[in-house]
């Protein structure tokens, strides 16, 4: 642990996630608030966010983890948050004429960014922290970004609600230029970077080393799954809100800080403990949790209920991200983790995409509480090829075999 905290890079990188999750948080409320107000709380248009929001995920992680792999992953980030800044001054611009719908492209544009800075943001700890300390990294960072889940809704709130959405959007712009004036300071990247295949042979790399892994392949199939129970709802958060407490929009911000408490005593408990586990049990019982914890707090009608049942969820969700997270980091070869993540998480964005696209519209033709009811079902579907993802160092040399093999024929 005192090793983390005295690393450079580590420190570097943590401290621009924190200042672009900030952003991320200042930007969600913000956004939803204006478009709540005025489309006065349509369910598709609140969907429609959601789908702005990974759309760009699925169609640009395939190629955006490839190119991470070929570029340099400090210039990369950096020009990713310049990109955002200068998105920002445009927004304000064009908002300032009244064309509130603009306000989508904030969340697009972001979205893209993000699948050539995530990778490369992977790639920079994998290069610089030692493997027995990545899961205590990944707790780390998780545990650090938590606290703005309990900060950033707050934060975002109070901007938005004393001074409106323009000051909100200046302090975006504000941040992502921080972060990459933080960026500025890694290391340099001295790494040799294999440039010689084509972009569509470095895909299809990346495509074999996950089909030929029964693990990551099962790991997908728990990605898609999660990924589409957790589109059904997350559009649809303000109305256990509105709907099912009966209180003001802003009330939000408590769920959302609930949340994020949960996953910050979550990754505190799991980064001392995980490793003492049996991982494929505590992926299982995560998973159950988190399904049963939804179906409460939808079924919760006290503000109270809700933010136990939410906290609950989310220390759930703390323990299943830093299993899987350590286990894409630490059993990947660096060199294809861009393309790895490229082609696993486009299955987890695809079915969220669709289950963000469907929930306004099931929502409209059922109740809240169906659309909760389906998507604790499928939850608890994605239990199955869960119980058969392998943790164990044993699968490690096979893969590391089967790499071997993949890497031989590809030269030849």
């Known amino acids: ?201 470095d895909i299809k790399e990346g495509w074999h080393y996950v089909t030929q892994s029964r693990s990551l392949k099962m790991l997908g199939l728990v990605f898609a799954c999660v990924g589409l129970s957790a589109g059904l709802i997350n559009p649809l958060t303000i109305f256990l809100v509105t709907e099912r407490l009966g209180l003001e929009q802003t009330a939000l911000q408590f769920l959302s800080g609930a949340s994020g408490f949960g996953l910050l005593i979550g990754g505190v408990i799991a980064a001392a403990v995980s490793s003492k586990l049996n991982q494929t049990k505590t992926l299982i019982v995560g998973l159950l949790c988190l399904a049963f914890t939804m179906l409460g707090e939808v079924l919760s009608s006290w503000l109270w209920l809700t933010m136990g049942l939410t906290f609950l969820s989310s220390i759930s969700l703390a323990f299943i991200n830093i299993i899987i997270s350590s286990y894409m980091v630490s059993r990947i070869d660096e060199h294809l983790i861009g393309r790895v993540n490229g082609t696993i998480t486009p299955l987890f964005m695809g079915m969220m995409l669709m289950g963000s696209s469907m929930a306004g519209v099931i929502m409209n033709q059922t109740s809240l509480i169906f659309v909760y009811v389906l998507s604790v079902a499928i939850m608890l579907v994605s239990m199955i090829p869960g119980l058969r993802v392998q943790f164990n160092d044993g699968e490690s040399t096979v893969e590391g075999s089967k790499q071997a093999e993949t890497e031989a024929a590809l030269s030849n």
Request: charged share 10%.
């Open 1 to 201: 642990m005192n090793s983390l905290l005295k690393n450079r890079a580590f420190l570097i990188i943590t401290g621009s996630d924190l200042l672009q999750n900030l952003a991320i948080w200042i930007r969600n409320m913000a956004i939803l608030y204006y478009i709540m107000d005025q489309t006065q709380g349509d369910p598709v248009a609140i969907s429609l966010i959601t789908v702005l929001e990974y759309a760009p995920i699925f169609v640009f992680s395939i190629i955006g983890g490839a190119l991470a792999d070929r570029w340099n992953p400090k210039r990369t980030m950096i020009i990713g948050d310049i990109l955002s800044a200068l998105s920002i001054v445009m927004i304000i611009t064009i908002l300032s004429s009244g064309y509130w719908e603009v306000l989508y492209a904030a969340t697009l544009v972001s979205s893209i960014v993000s699948q050539f800075s995530q990778p490369s943001s992977v790639k920079i700890v994998r290069r610089n922290v030692r493997c027995e300390n990545v899961q205590s990294a990944i707790a780390i960072t998780q545990s650090s970004n938590s606290l703005f889940l309990i900060l950033g809704p707050v934060v975002g709130t109070f901007i938005y609600t004393s001074m409106g959405i323009q000051t909100s959007m200046v302090v975006l712009l504000i941040l992502f230029l921080a972060s990459a004036v933080l960026l500025t300071f890694l290391p340099k990247d001295t790494a040799q970077r294999e440039t010689d295949n084509s972009l569509l042979a």
